[in-house]
């Protein structure tokens, strides 16, 4: 009975090692999944952490479709917090959000994301150069990316 109980001890340890060391995944709007340790594999990324709720992120969304040559600068993924898949549909239809966009759609779900950094509201964009956070802001503008991007 104590090796029963012993092995179930040890079985349990070893599985919460392994889920502990998984990665943690985020849904894509297409579907698919990615890992955070992905997302920051470009050496210069704009995390946009929004949801469907907030008008202040429509307009931000807004301004950004409108704008192609944002990914120039960095790789954008738009974080949307906790909220159902069939609510960000009904945004990325009814605002026309084009691929640009829509492609990049993470699903935060847990809130993990948001978690990570802190974010206390939205709409908020979080800079990243190699993996650290170089800026943050609470609005789109081009600006904003040369000056923290440098040109590079």
Same mark, same amino acid.
């Given at each position: 009975?104590?090796?029963?109980?012993?092995?179930?001890?040890?079985?349990?340890?070893?599985?919460? *090692?392994?889920?502990?060391?998984?990665?943690?995944? +985020?849904?894509?709007?297409? !579907?698919?999944?990615? $890992? &955070?340790?992905?997302?920051?594999?470009?050496?210069?990324?704009?995390?946009?952490?929004? $949801? $469907?709720?907030?008008? &202040?992120? =429509?307009?931000?969304?807004?301004?950004?479709?409108?704008?192609?040559? /944002?990914?120039?600068?960095?790789?954008? &993924? +738009?974080?949307? /917090? !906790?909220?159902? =898949?069939?609510?960000?549909?009904?945004?990325?239809?009814?605002?026309?959000?084009?691929?640009?966009?829509?492609?990049?759609? /993470?699903?935060?779900?847990?809130?993990?994301?948001?978690?990570?950094?802190? *974010?206390? !509201?939205?709409?908020? @964009?979080?800079?990243? =150069?190699? !993996?650290?956070?170089?800026?943050?802001? &609470?609005? @789109?503008?081009?600006?904003?990316?040369?000056?923290?991007?440098?040109?590079?």
């Amino acid at each position: 009975m104590k090796k029963k109980i012993l092995l179930l001890l040890l079985a349990s340890f070893c599985l919460s *090692i392994s889920a502990f060391a998984a990665p943690e995944k +985020f849904e894509k709007y297409s !579907g698919e999944a990615v $890992t &955070y340790d992905e997302i920051l594999s470009s050496p210069k990324v704009v995390l946009f952490l929004w $949801t $469907t709720r907030c008008p &202040y992120c =429509r307009e931000e969304l807004q301004k950004m479709n409108l704008d192609y040559t /944002i990914s120039k600068y960095a790789k954008f &993924y +738009f974080v949307d /917090i !906790g909220e159902r =898949r069939q609510d960000v549909e009904k945004v990325v239809k009814s605002m026309k959000l084009k691929e640009h966009i829509f492609a990049n759609i /993470i699903f935060d779900k847990d809130a993990k994301m948001a978690e990570k950094f802190s *974010i206390i !509201g939205v709409p908020t @964009f979080i800079y990243m =150069r190699n !993996g650290q956070v170089v800026d943050q802001g &609470y609005y @789109f503008d081009e600006s904003i990316l040369k000056t923290v991007f440098r040109n590079e």
